[in-house]
């Protein structure tokens, strides 16, 4: 077991101010390991007390001589990492989660339902050699290296994560246009938060191509489940547009009953974006930009229904940052920006993932280089007052 030793660190301005009453505890590192590029996590903190930090985890090229590493390889699988002690310490050795029998699996994206059952969504990248890629049935979405898109799938525990039951696959949005390497339609996929409603609906915002002309561009729509996430229906539209695209998205229920998108977008130079269902999710209004940078964004509810907001800063000082919103999340545009860390090693960082840990503490998880180093899971534990 890793032993973290927790300590103050007043980073920037932000920290310290009363208006905002958050204190930085410590940065922790949940795990490192130079074989492995390491990325994209998810967290929950069980019913019995224990933390699970789900991620990505691919071998470093390096260790082959190659020149890079990417986030489509045919290598990379589903794992999670455990704490018992609210995080002062994580298992060493990560535990497999699932690996896809047909390619490499991204961005393991934990829910935890009020009954306890956990959900797992990824999607996955099938690795064609040459002699096959022409072969194939268009429109396929081809990657770098020979990989080519399966879409998405997700996973069920009902034991605390032991053990994991699937994969399922949900089903194609209206407007997917692409195929799987096995000529399919594409199951329905995306990264980012679903959520469990009052009313034990379950709410996933998933992406979808939208152009004929350019099946690399995507919009986002709503799924819903009414029986604990083993089946999935379309409802409406979520954002979508003529020239920007919207993919990586989060979703939230404030306590009025609002759900609110918040959503990764292309071709904005980078803005945060946010649209919002008043009618329980048939329908959308129109998306709007959030006032700032940053993705993919990950909101989660506070003991007092304010709602933190994470995302990833991906220009430099690269790092990772959060706003406090009102319950309803209609502040957005005046809520002060939290500056958790500047001292990233370069745009391969983010895709930030909180929980509560405590009435008073949250635990921010990440992944993150330093000095362009080892790709690693890391976290910041807040004290918010």
Not at 92 to 119: F, M, N, R, V, W
Not at 262 to 272: I, W, Y
Request: with cysteine; aromatic share 12%.
């Amino acid at each position: 077991m890793l032993l973290i030793a927790f300590f103050v660190i007043p980073i920037g301005k932000s920290f310290g101010q009363e208006s905002i009453g958050v204190k930085k505890l410590t940065d922790i590192i949940i795990y490192e390991n130079a074989d492995f590029h390491s990325a994209f996590p998810s967290v929950v903190k069980k019913e019995d007390g224990e933390i699970i930090v789900a991620f990505r985890r691919a071998p470093n090229r390096a260790i082959f001589n190659e020149p890079g590493t990417n986030h489509v390889d045919p290598n990379s699988y589903l794992v999670y990492v455990r704490s018992r002690d609210n995080g002062h310490s994580w298992t060493k050795e990560p535990e497999l989660l699932y690996a896809h029998p047909y390619g490499g699996s991204q961005d393991p994206c934990l829910l935890q339902l009020k009954d306890g059952t956990l959900i797992c969504a990824s999607y996955g990248w099938a690795f064609v050699r040459e002699s096959g890629m022409d072969k194939l049935k268009e429109p396929v979405f081809k990657n770098k290296h020979g990989s080519v898109f399966l879409g998405g799938y997700y996973l069920r525990s009902t034991d605390g994560g032991e053990s994991w039951e699937g994969p399922y696959y949900p089903p194609t949005v209206p407007q997917e246009m692409k195929l799987t390497p096995m000529g399919d339609p594409i199951p329905a996929y995306n990264r980012g938060a679903m959520y469990e409603g009052k009313d034990g609906r379950i709410f996933w915002v998933v992406a979808g191509s939208d152009d004929p002309e350019n099946t690399r561009k995507t919009a986002t729509c709503l799924l819903i489940s009414e029986d604990k996430g083993m089946s999935w229906k379309y409802s409406c539209p979520v954002a979508t547009d003529e020239r920007a695209a919207f993919n990586e998205t989060s979703i939230y229920e404030t306590p009025k009953g609002d759900l609110v998108a918040f959503l990764r977008t292309a071709g904005l130079d980078d803005q945060a974006c946010i649209a919002r269902s008043t009618d329980g999710g048939n329908s959308f209004g129109p998306w709007k930009k959030m006032g700032f940078q940053g993705h993919p964004l990950q909101a989660t509810r506070l003991p007092d229904n304010r709602v933190l907001l994470v995302y990833g800063y991906r220009h430099e000082p690269y790092g990772i940052r959060a706003r406090i919103l009102n319950p309803e999340c209609t502040d957005y545009e005046t809520a002060e920006e939290i500056i958790l860390r500047t001292d990233g090693g370069g745009s391969d960082i983010g895709y930030p993932w909180a929980t509560v840990i405590d009435d008073n503490q949250v635990l921010v998880t990440y992944y993150y280089n330093l000095k362009n180093g080892t790709r690693h899971i890391a976290g910041t534990i807040l004290e918010i007052k």
